[in-house]
Structures are given as C-alpha cells and as structure tokens.
T-cell receptor
C-alpha cells in the first residue's frame, strides 16, 4: 500500500511568487491534514479536510494560503504571494476516520524556502 | 483548549541505557488519543506508539512503551536499550475523540544517543 506522498520535496521561490504543494493521501483515507514546521519551532496545524470539506481551517495563517481537496482525493496548498516567513517544512498527513484508534500517516514533507 | 507540553528540549543518553521522554497534556474532553512520533534527520515523521484515553493498560511497541498516568495527564515515552539510530526529534501528540479530531503536537524533544 502506498503511503502519503508529497511533492515537490523541495521548492525554492522568490518572495512574491506562487507555489503549489500537493499531497496524495493513502487511498480511502477521509481525513487529510496540513501542518507546517518552521525551522526549530513546533509543528503547527494548518487545516483538516474530511473528504472534500474543510473541517477545520483555524490554523491557516492568512488569506495568502489556499487549500483545496477536489473530489476528496489529493489536496493542494497554494501560497500566493509567498513571503519570507512562509519558509518551512509543510507536512501532509492522512487518517482513515475519526476513530481514535487510527494513527495519522505523514508524508515526507515539502521543504519550502522563500528568498 | 487542548495543549501538549514537552519540557525537555534536548537530552543526551548513553547507548543501551533506557530513556524517558516527558509529555503532559491538557484537555477537558474525556475521550482522546495520545501519540508519539519520531522525526530523524531525514525529515520524515514516523509513528511510534498510540494510547487511547480509555485503555486500561499502557501501550507497548517493541522497545517503546508509553507510561500513561491519566490522573496526572502525562504520557511519557520510554525507550528501552537505546540505540544510536534512536537519535532524532520526538513529538508527543494528541487527538480528541469528537469531530474536532485534528492532531496537535508538542514542541518536541531532541534525543542524542551517545556511543
């Protein structure tokens, strides 16, 4: 069974540009989460999809960030326009359902550097 | 509000010794799950162990065990017979048993195993 995949693995962009990150969850997982870890700091929750619906987007930092999950399969996270403080590692995770007994499987992360 | 606290930013332990990584949590919800994840230098997030709030026994997975003390709201990770490959960041995390089932993370503990 394929795990959670994210791409690109690395992205270096200039301030003001647009970047789109993609996450493919484990097939059949309804729950998809986005997290961000800025260098040396904690892992911050960004948002949570249940199928194609945004269950919780309380962690989205501002309206420069747009997440979608059309059809309830893969998800994209677009940053437009990117700022220097957006640099960090963006993780995606998926989970089978709201049952407590399901662990969240993480992708390898996308390391975003805004210069 | 829910919160995870890891008070040890870094630890140094001699190889083959046991190590305990501290984690306390705060929630008023009676139904929750507790997780530990390992993040090696390569960056991926690796699930280690899970404990449900209603589980009567402490969770164990190979060399990992979770010392769950519900009254104290602590969920310490114990690694027995530490190995050099255990050097990594370790994150304690929690998920609630309701529709707001995002996983929140502590700040992490960086563990260094010394030869």
């Amino acid at each position: 069974e394929a795990g959670v995949t994210q791409f690109p693995s690395h992205s270096v962009i200039e301030k003001g540009q647009t970047v789109t990150l993609r996450c493919d969850p484990i097939s059949g997982h309804d729950n998809l989460y986005w997290y961000r870890r800025v260098m040396g700091k904690e892992i911050k929750f960004l948002l949570h999809f249940v199928k194609e619906s945004k269950q919780d987007e309380s962690g989205m930092p501002n309206n420069r960030f747009l997440a979608e999950r059309t059809g309830g399969t893969y998800s994209t996270l677009k940053v437009q326009p990117a700022e220097l403080e957006d640099s960090g590692v963006y993780f995606c995770a998926s989970r089978g359902g709201p049952d407590l007994n399901t662990e969240a499987f993480f992708g390898q992360g996308t390391r975003l550097t805004v210069v | 509000a829910q919160k995870i606290t890891q008070t040890q930013p870094g630890m140094f332990v001699q190889e083959k010794e046991a190590v305990t990584l501290d984690c306390t949590y705060d929630t008023s919800d009676p139904s929750y799950g507790l997780f530990w994840y390992k993040q090696p230098s390569s960056g991926e997030m690796i699930f280690l162990i899970y404990q449900g709030s209603y589980d009567q026994q402490n969770a164990t997975e190979g060399r990992y065990s979770l010392n769950f003390q519900k009254a104290r709201k602590s969920a310490n990770l114990v690694i027995s017979a530490s190995q050099l490959g255990d050097s990594a960041m370790y994150f304690c995390a929690m998920s609630l048993g309701n529709r707001d089932d995002k996983i929140i993370f502590g700040k992490g503990t960086r563990l260094h195993i010394l030869p």
